[in-house]
Nanobody, 114 residues
Framework: VQLQASGGGLVQAGGSLRLSCVAS????????MGWYRQSPGKQRELVAI???????TYADSVKGRFTISRDNAKNTVYLQMDSLKSEDTGVYYC?????????WGQGTQVTVSS
């Protein structure tokens, strides 16, 4: 199984980024997918979920600013991040939901400068 996240970078506060994650080795459409992040000095946390039934859930800290979507034909899940804040800085990972430890990839670094 490979979950390859990309799209991170350095952005000013208030800016936007779009992350992508391509999955291989799983039946993508049969899995809920999630975006997770690990900020400096903190434990990894769940940011957003897109279930197989089409529902989405967001951490309170990103509600109204982040949007998760998925394209089952491309085995890809996206995270559109708008109105970025310095506290959004961290390494962003995708995984199935609920997460499976063995599926963690390298993640993609997002740095928001204030």
């Amino acid at each position: 199984v490979q979950l390859q996240a990309s799209g991170g970078g350095l952005v000013q506060a208030g800016g936007s980024l779009r992350l992508s994650c391509v999955a291989s080795g799983i039946i993508f459409s049969a899995n809920g997918m999630g975006w997770y992040r690990q900020s400096p000095g903190k434990q990894r946390e769940l940011v957003a979920i897109f279930t197989t039934g089409g529902s989405t859930t967001y951490a309170d800290s990103v509600k109204g600013r982040f949007t998760i979507s998925r394209d089952n034909a491309k085995n890809t899940v996206y995270l559109q991040m708008d109105s970025l804040k310095s506290e959004d800085t961290g390494v962003y990972y995708c995984n199935v939901w609920p997460a499976i430890r063995a599926y963690w990839g390298q993640g993609t670094q997002v740095t928001v400068s204030s």
